[in-house]
């Protein structure tokens, strides 16, 4: 079981164009969930996504960000025309079907994206 | 309402001491309270985990501490090691089936021989 798998591990873009990030959750989970971290910061939610459905994007900024989770495939998190802000460690994370209460996260190693 | 609080942001501690920090919510709908470790270049890792209707859950030097009425709980690490050095970050959800974890700001450990 290889885990959480996140890719690329780091991303480096100019002001203005576009990153992708991708998670392949584990085998048999079939939640996956978007955190950011800026430096010196905690985990701030950004989504939350079963495949096919988007369960709770609150924490999403308006604007540039989306994410999907596709039938096949990883789910991906695209930031349009990044500016220097959003310049952070992306952590995925996933998770079996949810039963009531008790949620164990498994963390991916994260995609650390730095905007020139 | 959604948010977690943590003190201290870091904590420097003596090999064999103890560790301690603390966390409190608002949400009293929050039931599920877990706590997450983080080393360096690496994602958190889930360390132990507790319920409201119990006051204390210990596994190996962790240990979790629950005051239900004072809406705070907090991570006790025993006999602290070099090899605890890391970020811990309190954690909590609601118990409703579909919901996310919500995460406290984060605890810098450091022991030092």
């Known amino acids: 079981n290889a885990g959480v798998m996140q890719n690329p591990r780091h991303l480096v873009r100019r002001r203005g164009q576009e990153a992708r990030l991708r998670c392949s959750p584990m085998k048999g989970h079939s939640h996956v969930y978007w955190y950011r971290q800026l430096p010196e910061e905690g985990l701030k939610f950004m989504v939350y996504l079963q495949k096919e459905n988007i369960i709770d994007e609150s924490g999403m900024p308006k604007e540039r960000f989306s994410a999907e989770f596709p039938k096949e495939g990883p789910s991906i998190l695209r930031i349009q025309q990044v500016v220097r802000g959003d310049s952070a460690a992306y952590f995925c994370?996933?998770?079996?079907?949810?039963?009531?209460?008790?949620?164990?996260?498994?963390f991916g190693a994260g995609s650390r994206l730095t905007v020139l | 309402q959604q948010q977690v609080k943590q003190s201290p942001q870091s904590l420097i501690v003596q090999k064999g001491g103890i560790s301690i920090i603390n966390c409190a919510y608002e949400n009293t709908a929050f039931d599920y309270f877990p706590w997450y470790q983080q080393f360096p270049g690496k994602g958190p890792a889930l360390l132990i985990a507790?319920?409201?209707?119990?006051s204390e859950k210990k596994e190996g030097r962790f240990t979790i501490s629950f005051n239900k009425s004072a809406k705070q709980f907090s991570l006790h690490i025993m006999d602290s090691q070099p090899g605890d050095s890391a970020t811990y970050f309190c954690a909590a959800k609601r118990g409703t089936s579909y919901d996310k974890v919500i995460f406290g700001p984060g605890t810098s450990l450091s022991v030092i021989p």
């Open positions: 507790i319920r409201p209707d119990v």
């Open positions: 994370a996933s998770s079996p079907p949810q039963i009531s209460g008790a949620n164990v996260l498994t």
